[in-house]
């Protein structure tokens, strides 16, 4: 089958999709179970024309905004140092390994007891999501880089910042944005389940409110709207990624998920 | 033990001064079962400026392990390895050095790489400029300035490599094995290539090979050393004049003298009798 006919088979199983779920909606299936796609796009628009949806969204992302590059930065900054530094990784790879076994949404409620119902406990949930996957996707990227390069560039004389940003972060930076890219998903995550927990306002409790009041059209929207957020900053990271490793005739790499 | 500074200098410049002084160095590895491992044993050697100096032994003798105590990637077990008068403590920034594979740093274009060393503070922008564009030429690999290691061939990412070192002018360049991967006839291009460049910039070059025929064409001195612990076997002089045409280095006068006095050491070497 030729790309074209891949894709027109894709779209037509897209369409019949949706297509069986409205059929099934109200005939087979209650509606306030599953909704329909006709009532999700009404309320779409509904939920945008009204304004609070914007307002939720708009909370959501400024959580995210603040906590994911402050975890990505952290992660990325604590990765690089345990490569560089025998010691510090001797002294706290055990820490941080156990750390990680923390099932870290677990925490959320934490958070919320520590830093109130507002802005800030969900972005520290964004921020632990965040960082843990920076982190080891750099550190594992610091210890798979070839260290001749680094003996190379010292051997010609280049040391501190222009050995930093010339020859290791060029050398690990396809983990980097491995890393940035895997954390982009469980950034959002992180700031739905902060906002799960307790919270007045946000995409997360939009969707927790609908559902208690068995709105399910709502819960789809909220549901769509974070799908959204999440395909454009990965569409984002991508093109940065793109342009950063242009270098790269192959783009696979491997996959660490932390 | 043999001693180059005795013996009768190749190089133009007789008054030429000891470089490298290599002073009963030997270097021992740990295996992981714990064993000591000696790489090289009671090494002596001395090297002067402008000479070309190939290295030849079987493979685990620890040639490589020779240029990287010189060029202060590890330290010597024993001994001491003196520089233009200093002794080699850490990482000796006055040599180049050209790795078994290119190593071209990927990220970097051909002219990004070629530069990486020329240091901002010694060359104006200008003069860096300049420095660039005469080493890409000087490898052939003009009009490939914006090109990515990736994007070239074996033969071009070997020249590369080599300008790279090359560029900032070190006062010695170290070679491990830089042609063993290539064809045969790409490798007599670059020999070839490197004997015009050296011709042209005469900066002290020891170069490691496991080929007879490429150590005795390419130097003035063929440092043989034994299978482990390494130790320096003889050290031959090659007779031949310079410039020296690689392509038809068989028949150039004195390549059979040394390369059969080569041969000799190595068939004792191997346990191979004579014909």
């Known amino acids: 089958m030729g790309m074209m006919g891949i894709t027109l088979v894709r779209f037509a199983i897209i369409i019949g999709f949706f297509a069986l779920w409205e059929i099934a909606s109200g005939r087979w299936i209650e509606p306030f179970l599953i909704s329909s796609p006709s009532r999700i796009f ?7 024309r009204e304004g609070d949806l914007l307002q939720h969204s708009w909370v959501t992302l400024v959580e995210i905004a603040i906590g994911f590059p402050v975890g990505a930065i952290s992660g990325i900054a604590l990765g690089y140092a345990f490569g560089r530094s025998r010691l510090l990784a001797d002294i706290f790879e055990p820490i941080i390994i156990a750390l990680n076994g923390i099932p870290r949404t677990a925490l959320a409620p934490l958070f919320i007891v520590w830093l109130g119902i507002g802005l800030w406990s969900k972005v520290g949930v964004v921020f632990l999501l965040t960082f843990f996957l920076n982190f080891f996707n750099t550190y594992t990227g610091m210890r798979q880089m070839d260290e001749e390069y680094v003996d190379l560039a010292n051997l ?21 944005f491995t890393g940035i890219r895997t954390s982009i998903p469980f950034a959002v995550i992180g700031a739905i389940v902060g906002e799960f927990v307790a919270a007045t306002e946000g995409v997360g409790f939009f969707i927790r409110m609908s559902a208690g009041i068995f709105r399910t059209a709502d819960v789809f929207v909220g549901i769509i709207v974070l799908m959204i957020m999440v395909i454009i900053m990965d569409k984002i990271a991508e093109a940065v990624e793109r342009r950063a490793l242009r270098w790269q005739s192959q783009k696979e790499h491997v996959q660490i998920q932390g | 033990m043999p001693d180059l500074a005795q013996a ?28 000591n491992l000696e790489a090289l044993l009671n090494i002596d050697l001395n090297i002067r400026s402008a000479e070309f100096i190939t290295v030849v032994g079987p493979s685990g003798c620890g040639k490589s392990t020779l240029l990287k105590l010189i060029a202060g990637f590890s330290p010597c077990s024993a001994g001491r390895i003196v520089f233009q008068g200093e002794e080699v403590r850490g990482l000796n920034t006055k040599v180049g050095y050209v790795p078994q594979e290119s190593k071209l740093f990927p990220w970097l274009t051909v002219e990004e790489n070629v530069g990486f060393g020329l240091d901002s503070k010694r060359y104006s922008r200008a003069d860096r400029q300049r420095q660039v564009s005469q080493f890409i030429k000087l490898a052939g690999l003009d009009g490939f300035e914006k090109y990515y290691p990736g994007q070239l061939s074996g033969g071009m990412s070997k020249r590369a490599s080599i300008v790279r070192a090359l560029a900032y002018e070190p006062p010695v360049i170290l070679m491990d094995e830089p042609f063993g991967p290539l064809d045969a006839q790409t490798r007599m291009v670059l020999q070839d290539e490197l004997l015009k460049i050296w011709e042209q910039k005469r900066q002290t070059i020891i170069f490691v090979t496991h080929d007879l025929v490429e150590a005795v064409a390419l130097g003035d001195y063929v440092v043989v050393m034994t299978h482990r612990p390494g130790k320096i076997k003889d050290i031959i002089k090659v007779p031949m004049a310079r410039p020296r045409n690689i392509f038809e280095i068989h028949r150039q006068e004195g390549f059979d003298d040394a390369y059969g006095r080569l041969w000799n050491i190595f068939r004792h070497e191997l346990n191979i009798g004579a014909h």
């Open chain 1, 42 to 48: 009404i309320s779409l628009i509904d939920g945008f």
């Open chain 1, 156 to 176: 010609m004389g280049v040391k501190g910042w222009k050995l930093t940003f010339k020859v290791i972060f060029p050398a690990i930076s396809p983990y980097v």
């Open chain 2, 8 to 35: 009768p200098s190749a190089s133009p410049q007789n008054q030429a001064e000891t470089v490298i002084c290599v002073e009963n160095v030997s270097k021992l590895f740990q295996t992981p079962a714990r064993e």
